[in-house]
């Protein structure tokens, strides 16, 4: 009975991923997605291991425009003992966290310096601020922006984003 409740709402998480804007037009994977930087980058193979359990690799290799706020192996490292493994053993906590990574569109770096606020693909409002040049969402610091893909952009985060 719990898988079959996990199994529902993980499929209806990553539908709902779909269903955001540009899904409709994305059929084939891009010459360089989101997926393809984060591999060629190196620091993002627990994220791209993340990504696959939850079933959303797939998604940011064939659809867009999105931006990403992709924490580092070091951020995931970070997260208190034994974290990170629930994480990794529950899909359904899985998605939802990594749901608050992405949003949708493409945020560049100019852009997101002029809000205080970016909400993501399930909703879930992350707050932007900026003090001496240096850009946080939430209690993460904007470490690298630009990493540019065909399905959108990828802002690199110091640490894993939680909800608010």
Request: charged residues 25%; without cysteine; proline residues 5%.
């Amino acid at each position: 009975m719990k898988k079959a409740v996990v199994a529902s709402v993980l499929s209806s998480l990553v539908f709902a991923l779909l269903l955001l804007p540009g899904a409709a037009d994305a059929q084939t994977p891009f010459d360089r997605s989101l997926i393809d930087v984060l591999e060629e980058e190196g620091e993002f193979t627990i994220l791209l291991e993340a990504l696959e359990i939850a079933a959303f690799d797939q998604a940011l290799a064939t659809d867009g425009p999105y931006t990403l706020f992709a924490p580092t192996d070091d951020a995931f490292r970070s997260l208190p003992e034994g974290q990170l493994e629930a994480f990794l053993e529950n899909p359904e906590a899985l998605a939802g966290l990594l749901g608050i990574h992405l949003a949708p569109g493409e945020i560049d770096a100019a852009m997101l310096a002029e809000r205080d606020m970016v909400e993501t693909a399930f909703g879930e409002p992350l707050m932007v601020t900026i003090e001496d040049d240096v850009v946080r969402v939430n209690e993460a610091t904007v470490t690298e922006s630009g990493h540019t893909a065909d399905n959108g952009l990828i802002h690199v985060v110091d640490r894993v984003i939680m909800a608010n």
